[in-house]
């Protein structure tokens, strides 16, 4: 069955409250005291002051009741009997109606690093992967109002976002065609926090910034994962070293031949590419061998 309340079904919305400045009130407390002075001394010998002095103190303790206090970046959510009213966000002594109620809220810029979650790449491995978070209430009645507790809404947020960007993309590719999570730290984290404000609009939270604070594999895999790396980067290293071994042979060889030092046929061209090659390539250092002889003897 629907609700039959259109508008239990919409999000509350921020809104000015009607409160007044404090220290006008505080000019009404004094004139009460003036009053209740005056009357004082003459309560025995005139009507008049015999009333004023009950209903100089009925208003001081009305005007009393109706003080709140309100930092820098502090704001108060007024309510009468349940019902929203408004919020005030002017710093400084405020004063409302001593029946309506005060909720206060903090404005100010938080900061958040979550836990170390474990979670599967793109791949599948298994990772560790953590965030911090900066973000600020930025509609106080959607804070109260909409979620039941806006700072643990936004935590439980934070570990779904993490948990969701962190299986998005790989851990590394080292073939350099994909986006992962080390190689493109800002544009996953800048991805990040678009998930996560979306996942906390409802609440009235605005997400500042996100960054990743630690990224790793998971411990049981790590040393393989560690060890795969060097392969790769050992691989990479001699392939880097054979082509540039290949184009100073052709180098040689050409100039060899340009100059007419001297002449060789395929069979001494392939022994001098062999010997050149092993010496550019050999990861010691290479003996010079004198052959008195001929190549063939």
């Given at each position: 069955m629907s609700d039959s309340n259109p508008r239990a079904l919409r999000s509350s919305a921020e809104r000015p409250a009607s409160t007044a400045s404090g220290y006008a009130m505080l000019l009404v407390i004094l004139i009460a005291l003036v009053a209740i002075g005056f009357s004082v001394p003459q309560v025995k010998d005139a009507l008049w002051a015999q009333l004023t002095l009950p209903v100089g103190l009925l208003i001081l303790s009305f005007v009393a009741c109706g003080f709140y206090l309100l930092q820098p970046n502090q704001a108060a959510a007024i309510l009468?009997?349940?019902?929203?009213?408004?919020?005030?966000?002017?710093?400084?002594?405020?004063?409302?109606?001593?029946?309506?109620?005060?909720?206060?809220?903090?404005?100010?810029?938080?900061?958040?690093?979550?836990?170390?979650?474990?979670?599967?790449d793109l791949r599948g491995n298994p990772i560790e992967i953590a965030s911090n978070v900066v973000w600020r209430?930025?509609?106080?009645?959607?804070?109260?109002?909409?979620?039941?507790d806006y700072r643990e809404f936004v935590h439980i947020q934070i570990e779904s976002a993490v948990r969701a960007i962190g299986s998005r993309y790989p851990?590394?590719?080292?073939?350099?065609?994909?986006?992962?999570?080390?190689?493109?730290?800002?544009h996953v984290s800048e991805e990040l926090r678009v998930e996560l404000q979306e996942r906390v609009e409802m609440a009235g939270?605005?997400?500042?910034?996100?960054?990743?604070?630690?990224?790793?594999?998971?411990?049981e895999i790590a040393q393989a994962m560690l060890r795969r790396q060097q392969a790769e980067a050992v691989v990479a290293a001699r392939k880097t070293l054979v082509e540039g071994a290949v184009g100073m042979v052709e180098m040689a060889l050409?100039?060899?031949?340009?100059?007419?030092?001297?002449e060789l046929d395929?069979?001494?061209?392939?022994?001098?590419?062999?010997?050149?090659?092993?010496?550019?390539?050999?990861?010691?250092?290479?003996?010079?061998?004198?052959?008195?002889?001929?190549?063939?003897?």
């Open positions: 009468l009997f349940g019902e929203y009213q408004g919020t005030d966000r002017t710093n400084g002594l405020r004063w409302a109606w001593p029946w309506l109620i005060k909720k206060k809220v903090s404005v100010r810029i938080h900061n958040i690093t979550s836990e170390r979650l474990k979670v599967n209430v930025a509609d106080t009645a959607q804070a109260l109002f909409d979620v039941d851990y590394d590719d080292f073939t350099h065609e994909e986006i992962t999570l080390r190689g493109n730290a800002d939270v605005h997400i500042d910034e996100c960054r990743l604070t630690h990224l790793a594999y998971a411990q050409e100039q060899l031949s340009e100059k007419n030092v001297v395929d069979e001494r061209r392939a022994a001098m590419v062999s010997n050149l090659m092993v010496v550019l390539c050999s990861e010691r250092d290479t003996q010079p061998v004198v052959n008195a002889g001929s190549l063939y003897q």
